[in-house]
């Protein structure tokens, strides 16, 4: 399963503007001035103008060796472009291969033409305006990010250098390629956030939306939430087309064992006891993770320059309540193990610091306007989500033998 990183293509492949391949269609380049009809003037932002996404994506992905980030470039290399009649011609893959970021994840697209890899920070601003011209991006996801609670607790600083620094660098290097462009759709730049910059929900209040004020609890969603800010900046004064998603928590496969599922998984399958943070009653909204791609994709092409989109799964569910469901789905798909009663091996440990009660998604708009629905129940996500922990053991060992044994973070607070 492990790949090999020659198998991968690492650094500059030739730049995709060609004659057989231009950057835009002549038609479509010609109107990209402002001022011309075709184009409506945007209520939010005066200064920036509207057309039709072009149909040939070149599209930069950062963070695309992370958890979401894989799946989302195996998204738009393969479902993507029938979902919405987009052509994508390249995915260009930064990731800096953090502890979280793994090769491997991207097995089943090393041999898709299609796919750059490249190893790089995005703090980097030279690789990142190098990476905008030579491959003539059109779109930019934006996901590389430090990403766990816990590690923020312990450690906040790389989580302000990448997630608020790294964030800058890349709309200004984009900013600046957008300019060089004509401005216009030049490029449409998707920051991708979570729910956490909103803080925490009681049990009895309405669930977020776009119109939430920013409340972040943990140095982890203060970092997001500031970066989300850059973004809506750079939209406001700039004029980027910059769209902002804030999405519930993602389950699904090549999720980096130090998360709940994930962990959860292994320790159920190996007879061990399972650490439930606290009483078990903090509340999460679960969403598959290939549901968030697609409404990534949707957010990206269909969205509002300068608007925010909030994704859920519409399923909210107790940590002890996931984890008693795990239990019994690994129960029924391995028939040869015996798992012991939920009551025997769940056990309350120390809570995290600061542990936000509760998040949930209200995602109406993103279902309204753009058309968005997840395609998973929790019922069937979470059984996909099983199987592929149970049929890839040696995924996780890779994992386990280089950087992350399962142990407890975060109790620093
Ligand atoms: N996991 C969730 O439930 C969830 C929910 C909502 C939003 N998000 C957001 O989605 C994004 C992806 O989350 P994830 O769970 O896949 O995270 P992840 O930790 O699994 O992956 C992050 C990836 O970013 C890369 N990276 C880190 N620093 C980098 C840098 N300076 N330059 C280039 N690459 C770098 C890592 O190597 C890794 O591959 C993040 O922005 C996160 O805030 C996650």
Redesign the pocket.
């Known amino acids: 399963m492990a790949l090999k990183r020659s198998a991968v293509r690492i650094r500059y492949a030739p730049p995709i503007a060609s004659p057989t391949q231009p950057h835009r269609p002549p038609s479509e380049k010609k109107s990209e001035k402002p001022g011309k009809s075709t184009f409506v003037t945007s209520p939010i932002c005066p200064l920036v103008c509207h057309l039709p996404p072009p149909k040939h994506m070149n599209i930069l992905v950062?963070?695309?060796?992370?958890?979401?980030?894989?799946n989302l470039v195996q998204y738009l290399l393969g479902k993507a472009p029938k979902a919405l009649g987009q052509e994508v011609t390249k995915v260009v893959n930064?990731?800096?291969?953090?502890?979280?970021?793994?090769l491997s994840n991207l097995q089943p697209i090393a041999s898709d033409p299609r796919h750059v890899f490249v190893e790089?920070?995005?703090?980097d601003a030279d690789l990142m305006t190098r990476l905008l011209a030579e491959h003539a991006i059109t779109h930019v996801m934006?996901?590389?990010?430090?990403?766990?609670v816990d590690r923020s607790i312990d450690s906040p600083f790389?989580f302000v250098?990448?997630?608020v620094v790294?964030s800058f660098q890349l709309l200004d290097a984009c900013r600046k390629h957008w300019e060089e462009q004509g401005k216009g759709e030049a490029i449409r730049f998707l920051h991708?956030?979570?729910?956490?910059v909103y803080g925490s929900l009681e049990l009895n209040d309405p669930a977020f939306s776009e119109s939430n004020s920013y409340l972040p609890n943990s140095p982890?969603s203060a970092s997001?939430a500031a970066s989300d800010h850059l973004a809506r900046a750079y939209f406001h004064t700039y004029g980027l087309p910059v769209i902002t998603t804030?999405?519930?928590?993602?389950?699904g496969p090549?999720?980096?064992p130090e998360?709940l599922i994930p962990l959860m998984i292994q320790k159920v399958i190996r007879g061990e006891n399972l650490p439930v943070y606290g009483d078990g009653s903090n509340i999460r909204d679960w969403?598959y993770v290939e549901d968030?791609c697609s409404g990534l994709f949707r957010s990206l092409v269909k969205g509002q320059p300068g608007e925010t989109y909030c994704i859920g799964g519409k399923r909210e569910m107790r940590n002890i309540d996931l984890v008693r469901t795990l239990i019994e789905v690994i129960r029924e798909l391995v028939e040869d193990v015996e798992i012991r009663p939920a009551d025997e091996i769940i056990t309350f440990v120390t809570d995290r610091p600061g542990h936000d009660k509760r998040y949930a998604i209200d995602c109406t708009k993103i279902c309204s306007e753009l058309g968005w629905e997840p395609d998973e129940t929790f019922e069937s996500g979470i059984r996909r989500t099983v199987q592929w922990y149970l049929d890839n053991p040696e995924w996780i060992a890779a994992i386990e033998d280089k950087s992350y044994q399962l142990e407890r973070l975060g109790q620093k607070g």
């Open positions: 950062t963070g695309g060796a992370g958890f979401i980030g894989s930064l990731d800096k291969l953090t502890y979280a970021g793994n790089g920070d995005i703090i934006h996901l590389a990010a430090e990403s766990h790389p250098e990448t997630n790294g991708v956030s979570t729910d956490e982890y997001k804030n999405c519930s928590n993602n389950y090549y999720q980096f998360k969403l968030h």
